[in-house]
C-alpha cells in the first residue's frame, strides 16, 4: 500500500487556498456553465484575485497554510471570517448541549411538558441550522480553518538504503547502435511554433564504401500525409577518450568497461615507438581501482568519433498541434506544440529532473515522466548522461532516453557532466541538444530564454562567468527586463548547482548567489530550478539567506537516477529556509493552472528494486512506482509582492 502523499500549502503569496484533493477536478468544475478554470482565468486577466472552488468538503478540513517568514505551518485569515468558524460550532455545542439538558429535565420533573417540548423542538431546529449553515460556508470556500500555530516534521523520514542499484545491463538492446539507422532520436523546444528534432547514425559498421551524410525528414499534422519535406547534412565531432574509475566501479549499476578494457586503450606500446614518450606497456595492473586515468592527445586508439549528428528545425508550426514525422522510413514519431505565450486553455504540466544518467533508476524515471507525468514538455536542470567525456556513453544514454525524447521536447541546461566533469568542455551537448539561445538573443547555448503558455523560463549557465561585468549577467539583466508579466505571469528560472541546499559539504554556487540574487529578487522571480546534489529539497520562498514571502521558491531536483547515487548526510539543524527535503531519487511535475496558482509534487521512486526481497517501500513490489512524498500550492500575490509585475505596474 503506498503511503499517503504529504500535502502541504506553500502559500508563500500570503493568500489562504485550499487543498483540493484532486486539483484538476477542483478547477473544472462548472458552475452556470462557466468553468471557474475559465472565470479565474477571466479574472486574472481582469485583474482580480478569486480563490479555487475546493473539490472537497474535506479537503478543506485538511487545509493549512505555511509562514514564509517563520516556517511554522500555521493558520491565515482573510477577510476576519476565522472568527466567523470560531464562533459557529460554538454556537451548535450551546445549542445541543442545551437540547440534552432538556431532555434531562424533562426526564426528571415532568413539568411544563408542552413549554418544554416546543423549546426542544425549537432548539433542534437551530442546532441542525448551525450545522448545515457551518458544512454549507465550509465547503463554499468562505471560511479558512484555525489550525493552531504548529512545526510540522520538514525533513521526511525517508532514507535511501545504501546498496547499489540493480545492474543496468549495458548490452541491453535498448543501447545497443541500430548499425546505421536513424537513432537517439530527440527534440528540442525552441518556441511554442519551432521544434528541433535531433537524431544520430552510427556508421561503424557500414561498410566504408557507404557515408549517409545527408537525411531526409517528412512531417506534417496528418499522420497520413507528411506535406512537409527537408533535406539534412550531417555533422560529426571527436574526442579524446577519458576513463573516469566510475566507468569500471561505480557505487550505482553495472560498469561500462572493465580494467583490463581500459589497460588495452591506454597502452600505447603496440604502435608507440619504445623511445617515445608516450611509449607505455600499460597493463590491468596499472588501471588503479579508484581513480581516473586519462589518455594522451596523441593516442589514437582513444579518440572517439561521433556518430553523424543531424538537427532539422521545423518553424512555423502551429500551437497545440500534433505533428507526425518519418526520417528516411527508418524511424517515425510524434510530438504536440505548445500555446503561444498569454494563451493557456488547460493547464500545462512540466516535467523536471536533472542528474539522469543511466542506471535502471533513471530507466524508471524516465519511463515515469513518459507515462505518468505526461508532460507538455521537459526541463532539465543539467548532468545528462555522464559520460565523463568517455564518449560513447552519450550514445548509450541517448539510445536509452530515446522513448521520452523522440515524443516529448526538452528545454535542456548544462551542468558540471558537460562541462568539466571529464574533459566535456561542453562539446557533446553543443553537438546534440539544440538550445533557444538565438531566439533569446543570447550569445551562447548556455543560457537563454523560452516562453509558452503563461510561463516564462530562463535558464542560465551555472559553468559561465556570472560576475556584475560578465556578458551572462548583462544578458540576464536584459532578459528580465524583456518579460512580460501580463502575458507570462510565471517567472521560472532554471540553473544546474543550487543557491540554496542543506546537504553536508555540497558546493552550492554561493558565490553566483552573491552576484544574481539581488536581480531575481527584483523581477520577482517565482520558481528556481536545480540540481547538481544527488536529493530532493524543496525551501520555502527565500531571499539573501532568509525566508522572505517574496522571494523564490527552490527546488532541488538533483537525482533523476545517476550512477553517484544520493548525496547525504543533510546538516543539522535544518535551516529555517529548508521546506521539506530528503534523499530520493526521483523526478518532478508542477502543473500551471492559471495566472495564480500552480501545483508542485515530487514523486519519488518508491521501489528501486523489480525485485520484491529488497524493494525500498514495503508492500510496494512495482519497479515502476513512484509517490508523491512531497508536494506543494505556488500562489502569485502581486499585491503583497509588487516585484511579481511588471515594472510599469508596480507604482
Ligand atoms: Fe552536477
Request: aromatic letters at 12%; charged letters at 15%.
Amino acid at each position: 500500500m503506498q503511503s499517503r502523499p504529504r500535502t502541504v500549502i506553500s502559500s508563500y503569496a500570503n493568500e489562504y487556498i485550499s487543498i483540493p484533493k484532486y486539483p484538476g477536478l477542483a478547477l473544472h468544475r462548472s458552475t452556470r456553465h462557466v468553468s471557474p478554470y475559465v472565470r479565474a482565468q477571466r479574472a486574472a486577466a481582469a485583474g482580480v484575485h478569486r480563490r479555487i472552488p475546493p473539490s472537497r468538503c474535506v479537503s478543506r478540513a485538511l487545509g493549512d497554510t505555511v509562514d514564509a517568514q517563520t516556517g511554522a505551518v500555521g493558520m491565515q485569515h482573510i477577510h476576519g471570517s476565522g472568527h466567523l468558524l470560531r464562533i459557529l460550532p460554538a454556537l451548535f455545542l450551546r445549542y445541543t448541549l442545551g437540547f440534552i439538558e432538556v431532555q434531562h429535565d424533562q426526564g426528571s420533573a415532568q413539568r411544563n411538558k408542552s413549554h418544554v417540548n416546543d423549546a426542544m423542538l425549537m432548539r433542534h431546529i437551530i442546532a441542525v441550522c448551525v450545522l448545515v449553515s457551518t458544512l454549507v460556508l465550509l465547503c463554499s470556500g468562505a471560511l479558512s480553518m484555525p489550525v493552531k500555530l504548529q512545526t510540522l516534521s520538514r525533513t521526511s523520514a525517508y532514507i535511501r538504503p545504501k546498496f547499489s542499484s540493480e545492474a543496468l545491463p549495458f548490452h541491453d538492446i535498448r543501447v545497443q547502435s541500430r548499425h546505421g539507422k536513424v537513432e537517439q532520436v530527440h527534440l528540442s523546444v525552441l518556441r511554442y511554433d519551432r521544434v528541433v528534432i535531433g537524431f544520430l547514425r552510427d556508421i561503424n559498421d557500414l561498410p566504408n564504401t557507404e557515408l549517409p551524410m545527408q537525411a531526409t525528414l517528412r512531417y506534417g499534422t496528418n499522420a497520413s500525409h507528411l506535406d512537409h519535406e527537408m533535406v539534412l547534412n550531417a555533422r560529426v565531432y571527436s574526442g579524446m577518450q577519458e576513463y573516469n574509475s566510475y566507468l569500471w566501479n561505480p557505487p550505482m549499476g553495472a560498469p561500462a568497461l572493465n580494467r583490463s578494457e581500459v589497460a588495452a586503450f591506454m597502452n600505447t606500446a603496440s604502435w608507440a615507438e619504445p623511445w617515445w614518450y608516450v611509449y607505455r606497456n600499460t597493463t590491468v595492473a596499472d588501471i588503479p581501482e579508484n581513480r581516473s586515468v586519462f589518455a594522451v592527445y596523441n593516442n589514437p586508439t582513444a579518440l572517439y568519433q561521433s556518430p553523424l549528428v543531424f538537427q532539422a528545425k521545423l518553424d512555423n508550426l502551429l500551437p497545440q498541434t500534433t505533428y507526425y514525422y518519418d526520417i528516411d522510413g527508418e524511424f517515425s514519431g510524434n510530438f504536440t506544440t505548445l500555446p503561444e505565450p498569454g494563451i493557456q486553455d488547460r493547464p500545462m504540466t512540466i516535467g523536471l529532473w536533472a542528474d539522469v544518467g543511466q542506471t535502471n533508476i533513471s530507466v524508471m524515471n524516465m519511463e515515469y515522466m513518459l507515462n505518468k507525468v505526461n508532460p507538455d514538455f521537459v526541463m532539465l536542470h543539467g548532468d545528462l548522461s555522464y559520460a565523463d567525456a568517455y564518449w560513447p556513453l552519450w550514445d548509450t544514454w541517448q539510445r536509452l532516453m530515446e522513448p521520452l525524447f523522440s515524443t516529448k521536447m526538452h528545454l535542456w541546461c548544462n551542468g558540471n557532466h558537460e562541462f568539466n566533469s571529464g574533459n566535456e568542455n561542453n562539446v557533446a551537448y553543443m553537438f546534440r541538444f539544440a538550445t533557444p539561445f538565438e531566439e533569446s538573443e543570447s550569445p551562447t547555448f548556455e543560457y537563454h530564454a523560452f516562453e509558452a503558455g503563461l510561463v516564462h523560463v530562463i535558464t542560465l549557465a551555472s559553468f559561465a562567468r556570472f560576475d556584475k561585468q560578465s556578458v551572462q549577467y548583462r544578458w540576464l539583466m536584459r532578459a528580465l527586463e524583456r518579460v512580460n508579466r501580463t502575458r507570462t505571469p510565471w517567472l521560472v528560472v532554471q540553473f544546474h548547482v543550487p543557491w540554496y541546499c542543506s546537504v553536508l559539504g555540497t558546493g552550492s554556487r554561493l558565490l553566483m548567489r552573491e552576484a544574481m540574487e539581488d536581480l531575481i529578487y527584483k523581477y520577482g522571480v517565482d520558481l528556481i530550478l536545480v540540481g547538481h546534489v544527488h536529493v530532493y529539497e524543496r525551501t520555502y520562498p527565500v531571499y539573501n539567506n532568509q525566508t522572505n514571502p517574496c522571494g523564490a521558491v527552490q527546488l532541488v531536483l538533483g537525482d533523476a537516477g545517476n550512477r553517484e547515487g544520493p548525496s547525504l548526510p543533510f546538516i543539522d539543524p535544518q535551516p529555517s529556509w529548508s521546506a521539506f527535503r530528503e534523499g530520493s531519487f526521483g523526478v518532478g511535475k508542477l502543473v500551471v493552472y492559471n495566472h495564480t496558482h500552480a501545483y508542485f509534487e515530487w514523486n519519488r521512486v518508491a521501489c528501486e528494486y523489480s525485485n520484491s526481497s529488497t524493494c525500498a517501500t514495503p508492500g510496494d513490489n512495482s519497479a515502476q512506482s513512484h509517490i508523491a512524498s512531497d508536494s506543494t500550492w505556488l500562489v502569485r500575490n502581486t499585491t503583497q509582492c509588487p516585484n511579481r509585475l511588471m515594472p510599469t505596474e508596480r507604482l
